[in-house]
């Protein structure tokens, strides 16, 4: 798997077949570019017409927007996706490598998937970062063509959208935040789950009935103690 803007800067043009190659590829950037904004679009109706009952967000907005486009996906091949991850989330190591395995695992039936035609997935997440309660969706289109020859020598193409919102972590019970913790560290690692547990719920704590503008001093003084 490869991204598609790094197929396009490879070539050089100078033939005739490689100027065909580039807008071949370049053709396939637009399209899936607009399939990125279409989801992207979607994604901001979900959060301001309350699309999100499962759990309250806050702003009724994401706060951050990622996308890729990619050309010959296969299942094994998701180092991209791993890549996209570890630039979107700021979550502790062992967490972020629960999420990415969980993200993986989600993806795999549609990676899999080398039936013609078009192939679209949509999913979120909720999982802890930076002593937040963050939800991730994830809309990802594939489209597989009949055979390589099609367009420029490609089997398939692959692009996603993400969208990262925070979450009302009142609206939160303690049991949902122990699932999520334990699904994201891993439940034979009972110590690193009641640390994680107990350090967010103390940042709460400090922080609970405090209004924003005494939010970031409340957190300097935090940080000094420690």
Same mark, same amino acid.
Request: proline share 1%; charged share 30%; net charge negative.
């Given at each position: 798997?490869?991204?598609?803007?790094?197929?396009?800067?490879? /070539?050089?043009?100078?033939?005739?077949?490689?100027? /065909?190659?580039?807008?071949?590829?370049?053709?396939?950037?637009?399209?899936?570019?607009?399939?990125?904004?279409?989801?992207?679009?979607?994604?901001?109706?979900?959060?301001?017409?309350?699309?999100? +009952?499962?759990?309250?967000?806050?702003?009724?907005? +994401?706060?951050?927007?990622?996308?890729? =486009?990619? !050309?010959?996906?296969?299942?094994?091949?998701?180092?991209?996706?791993?890549?996209?991850?570890?630039?979107?989330?700021?979550?502790?190591?062992?967490?972020? =490598?629960?999420?990415?395995?969980?993200?993986?695992?989600?993806?795999?039936?549609?990676?899999?998937?080398?039936?013609?035609?078009?192939?679209?997935?949509?999913?979120?997440?909720?999982? &802890?970062?930076?002593?937040?309660?963050?939800? !991730?969706?994830?809309?990802?289109?594939?489209?597989?063509?009949?055979?390589?020859?099609?367009?420029?020598?490609?089997?398939?193409?692959?692009?996603?959208?993400?969208?990262?919102?925070?979450?009302?972590?009142?609206?939160?019970? /303690?049991?949902?935040?122990?699932?999520?913790?334990?699904?994201?560290?891993?439940?034979?690692?009972?110590?690193? !789950?009641?640390?994680?547990?107990?350090?967010?719920?103390?940042?709460?704590?400090?922080?609970?009935?405090?209004? &924003?503008?005494?939010?970031? =001093?409340?957190?300097? =003084?935090?940080?000094?103690?420690?």
């Amino acid at each position: 798997m490869a991204k598609i803007t790094s197929k396009i800067d490879a /070539i050089t043009g100078k033939s005739d077949q490689e100027r /065909i190659l580039k807008e071949q590829f370049a053709l396939l950037q637009k399209m899936t570019q607009a399939k990125c904004d279409q989801f992207e679009a979607e994604l901001k109706s979900m959060f301001t017409s309350g699309g999100t +009952a499962e759990c309250e967000i806050v702003g009724k907005r +994401a706060i951050a927007y990622r996308n890729g =486009q990619h !050309v010959d996906i296969k299942v094994g091949c998701d180092d991209a996706i791993k890549d996209a991850i570890d630039m979107f989330f700021n979550g502790k190591d062992d967490v972020k =490598q629960g999420f990415q395995k969980l993200i993986r695992v989600a993806l795999d039936a549609l990676i899999g998937n080398t039936s013609m035609g078009e192939h679209e997935e949509k999913m979120f997440f909720i999982y &802890p970062e930076n002593f937040a309660i963050v939800r !991730v969706d994830v809309k990802c289109y594939k489209y597989c063509f009949s055979s390589s020859g099609i367009i420029a020598n490609t089997e398939n193409v692959f692009c996603y959208t993400m969208a990262k919102s925070i979450v009302d972590h009142t609206k939160v019970t /303690i049991d949902e935040l122990l699932y999520m913790v334990t699904e994201m560290i891993g439940a034979d690692k009972l110590e690193e !789950v009641k640390a994680f547990v107990k350090e967010l719920k103390e940042v709460w704590n400090i922080l609970e009935d405090k209004n &924003p503008t005494n939010v970031l =001093q409340v957190a300097l =003084q935090h940080n000094d103690i420690k």
